[in-house]
C-alpha cells in the first residue's frame, strides 16, 4: 500500500516495552525507503539511540584471527542508531544511477545485500541472539539462558551453519536445529 507502517503505528507500537525488529529490504528497493520510512521513524519516536551488538566467537566457530578463539573474543559494540550518518544531514550523489552514494560522515553505495536476499541463505543466528537479548531485558532470564545455549549447541556441533559460517545450510534449516536444540535444552 506504499507505506511500510499504518498512519497509527506510535499508537500501535507504544504501549510495548520492546519491539523485536527484523531484517528488511530487498535489493531492487533502494535502502533509503525501508530506512527513513520505517527504522529511523521508529528509533526517533522512541528514542532508540543506543544499538548494542555482542561479538562472540559463538563454540565451534572458526574466527578469521589466527591463534584467536572463543575466550579472546568476547565484546559489545556500542554505536548510535539516530545521529551521525542517521541523523539526516548531508545528501545523495548522482541520483538514480548505479553509482548513486549518500555523503553522511561517511559514503555508502547501493551495492551490498544482492548476493544474500532472498536466496533464503542469511543467517539467522543475529536475529535469534536479538531475542535471546530481549528476553534477558525483559527478566526472562532462564528462557534467555536456554535460548543461548541452544545457538551455541548448533555452532559447537557445526554441521547445520549457513555459507558465512562455512556451512551449506538455508536459513530455515539453521532456525529449525537452533528450535530443535532449544527443545532439547528444555526437556
Keep these: 500500500h506504499g507505506s511500510y507502517m499504518p498512519a497509527d503505528w506510535t499508537k500501535v507500537l507504544q504501549p510495548f516495552q520492546t519491539i523485536y525488529f527484523g531484517a528488511v529490504g530487498w535489493p531492487t528497493v533502494p535502502d533509503h525507503i525501508s530506512l527513513w520510512g520505517l527504522l529511523l521513524p521508529i528509533r526517533k519516536a522512541f528514542d532508540q539511540y543506543a544499538n548494542v551488538r555482542p561479538v562472540r566467537l559463538l563454540p565451534g566457530l572458526r574466527g578469521r584471527l589466527v591463534g584467536k578463539g572463543a575466550e579472546h573474543i568476547d565484546f559489545v559494540c556500542v554505536r ?15 541520483r538514480g544511477t548505479p553509482h548513486e552514494v549518500a555523503i553522511q560522515d561517511i559514503v555508502f553505495t547501493r551495492m551490498g545485500t544482492e548476493d544474500i536476499a532472498g536466496k533464503g541463505i542469511a543467517n539467522p543466528l543475529g536475529t535469534i541472539w536479538a531475542g535471546q537479548m530481549m528476553l534477558d531485558f ?17 555452532t559447537q556441533a557445526g554441521t547445520v551453519l549457513t555459507p558465512d559460517l562455512g556451512g551449506t545450510a538455508a536459513t530455515g534449516q539453521v532456525t529449525d536445529a537452533v528450535i530443535a536444540a532449544l527443545t532439547h535444552a528444555g526437556r
Excluded at 80 to 94: A, C, I, P, W
Excluded at 138 to 154: D, F, N
Design 80 to 94: 548510535e542508531n539516530t545521529e551521525g550518518e542517521y541523523s539526516g544531514v548531508g545528501g545523495r550523489v548522482h
Design 138 to 154: 525483559l527478566g526472562e532470564t532462564e528462557a534467555a539462558r536456554l535460548l543461548m545455549q541452544a545457538i551455541e549447541a548448533v
